[in-house]
Each structure stands twice: as structure tokens, then as C-alpha cells.
């Protein structure tokens, strides 16, 4: 990267050498073991590595300098996603192979061998996750059991609605991460972002079951309904998901989704959000300004995007969480 330029994930530094086997060292650590060679210009080998954990997944930054080949080897429960920065990568997986570039995503995952090549000057961000945790959320969003096995495309088009907007949310916790608000600090909104990230990215990906997770989903009944507002109602301080929702009221993520679009014009997500703006309206109006701080109240209530915070409390309530404080 060129000096000034910004970096993701800066104050999360974990690797910064010049030293070959060290870098193939901490970054195993991080992801999975591997070999790791310089293929041209070795004096501009500098490796960089940043990483920020968030719940069962993490969010995390790569940069080589130089031309190098990776080779992992074998990878168990995780799936990661490869988002290059700038510059290109070419992916050599089981008779395919995948020139990724900012518009192309690269996927490993367990049982799928491959190797890469990366240009110089290719800073990736990378994503991430638990495969039993994605197994996990995917199985609440169909309401099925999964009865053969996750497995992602290799390339990923960066180019689609669905997986655009999923890169626009990682970039965007990234920045708030940078931005130096205490974030991290906060189950709640921890737990927000890796369900935000994990059901975005299955809903936004190329996978085994994308066809089972688009298609039309049966209504919940409004008897599962009200349960699913009374266990919201007594849970909104805790880091709930729409999996526990929808496993308390005994029914499928989408079909739950399906409930409350109907009956209530909604989604459990934004029903949730309004349960909490509600929350964090008492607690400024409880507070005073010398002593309460409106960022701080904010994340406590798992809002993370502070601008959209302040956007959607004005909406709700016609004033400015500041004006509240200051009442």
C-alpha cells in the first residue's frame, strides 16, 4: 500500500516482517498452516496482517508486497472469503481454475484443495468463518436439517446485488472499527454484526443450497407469532439472533420472516431494532448530558452504524438522540 493510504484494520495489527517463515508462521496461526514462497521481486516482500475477531468469525487484513505462492494445508472448519483490494490472484483448485480480482471473490473452504498465486501489491481483506457456524445459521434460515453438506463456487461475482452489498457491510464495520468506537466491548452488537455478516453472505453467495434458501417460504401461524413478540419483548438487552426467535416460537427462520411480513408488515430484525431504539430513548432520557454519552448508549443497544442510528431515532421519534439527552 502507498504511504498514506488507508489500510483496514490498522490498530489491529498482528504481523508486520520482512521475514519469510515468520510471516508463514502468524498467518497460519490466524487461518491454517501452508507453505508460503516468494515467486518475484523478493526485496519488496513485506508482510502485513491484521485481525479482529468478531464472535465465531473474524475479520482480517493481508498484504505480501511481493509476488508470492500460497499453499494451504488441509483446512477444517472454515470457510474463508478472499476479497482482493487491488491487483489479482490466480486460484488453482481441483481442474479449475480462477483469476480473482476486486470484482471476483475467492472461497476456501474444508476439503477443497488449491493453491494461489498473488501479484504484488494485492492487499486482500478476508473474512472468516466457522463452517459449523454457517452450517448452523443456513439450517435456521431453510428450517431443514442439512442433509448433505455446504460447499461454496469457488468465484464469487463481487458484481451482484446481494454479494455488493455484502462486501459494502464489511468495508463499512471496518471503518467503524478503525473510527476508534468501542465496538468490540459489546456483546450485543458483536453478536449483531456476525449475524449480520453470516446471513448476508449465505443469502448473498453461491452455494449448495441457494435454491432450497430462495424459494418461497410457508407462513408461520399467529400463534407462533405472538410467542416470537413475547420472547423478543423479554430479550431485547441480549445478543439474540432471528434463529433464537424463530427456535423459541417452534418454527423456520423464513417461515418466521414469512409471519412477519404478513401480520405485521415487518421483519423479527426490524421489529428487534424498534424494541431497542425504544430502550435507548429511556436511557437518554434518564441520563444527563454532562455524564451520558449518546455513543455509549448506542452500542449498549447494539447499534453500531451511528449516523444510521441517529437517522432512524430521529424517524422514530422526531427529535435527534442528542436533543433527548439534552431535555
Not at 483469476?99 to 474444508?110: D, M
Not at 439450517?139 to 455488493?164: C, H, N
Request: charged share 25%.
Amino acid at each position: 500500500m502507498k504511504v498514506g493510504e488507508y489500510v483496514p484494520l490498522g490498530g489491529h495489527e498482528v504481523l508486520r516482517t520482512r521475514d519469510v517463515d515468520e510471516a508463514r508462521f502468524r498467518v497460519g496461526q490466524t487461518f491454517a498452516d501452508h507453505r508460503l514462497a516468494i515467486s518475484r521481486q523478493p526485496e519488496r516482500f513485506e508482510a502485513r496482517h491484521h485481525v479482529v475477531p468478531l464472535g465465531s468469525m473474524a475479520l482480517c487484513y493481508l498484504d505480501y508486497g511481493s509476488e508470492v505462492w500460497l499453499t494451504p494445508g488441509p483446512i477444517d472448519d472454515m470457510v474463508l472469503v478472499h476479497l482482493p483490494l487491488k491487483g489479482a490472484v490466480d486460484t488453482y483448485g481441483h481442474r479449475e481454475r480462477l483469476l480473482s480480482t476486486s470484482a471476483t471473490a475467492t472461497i476456501a473452504q474444508p476439503d477443497q484443495p488449491f493453491a494461489m498465486h498473488w501479484q504484488a501489491a494485492s492487499p486482500h481483506l478476508l473474512v472468516r468463518f466457522s463452517a459449523t457456524e454457517l452450517r448452523h445459521a443456513l439450517a435456521g434460515m431453510i428450517d431443514a436439517d442439512l442433509k448433505q453438506s455446504l460447499s461454496f463456487t469457488l468465484g464469487q461475482d463481487l458484481r451482484t446485488e446481494r454479494m455488493s452489498a455484502w462486501v459494502d457491510v464489511v468495508k463499512l464495520v471496518c471503518r467503524q472499527v478503525d473510527s476508534g468506537h468501542d465496538l468490540l466491548t459489546h456483546p450485543l452488537a458483536v453478536r449483531n454484526l456476525e449475524e449480520l455478516l453470516t446471513s448476508s453472505f449465505l443469502l448473498g453467495s453461491t452455494h449448495s443450497w441457494t435454491e432450497q434458501l430462495h424459494a418461497p417460504a410457508h407462513s408461520a401461524a399467529p400463534r407462533c407469532l405472538r410467542i416470537a413478540l413475547e420472547f423478543l419483548h423479554a430479550h431485547p438487552a441480549d445478543p439474540i439472533t432471528v434463529e433464537d426467535v424463530a427456535s423459541a416460537a417452534g418454527v423456520g427462520v423464513r417461515a418466521l420472516q414469512e409471519a412477519f411480513r404478513r401480520h405485521l408488515d415487518t421483519t423479527p430484525t426490524a421489529y428487534l431494532r424498534s424494541l431497542r431504539l425504544e430502550r435507548a430513548r429511556k436511557d437518554l432520557e434518564a441520563g444527563r448530558p454532562a455524564s451520558t454519552s449518546v455513543t455509549d448508549i448506542a452500542l449498549r443497544w447494539g447499534f453500531v452504524h451511528l449516523s444510521r442510528f441517529a437517522a432512524d431515532y430521529r424517524k422514530a421519534f422526531g427529535e435527534s438522540p442528542r436533543e433527548t439527552l439534552r431535555r
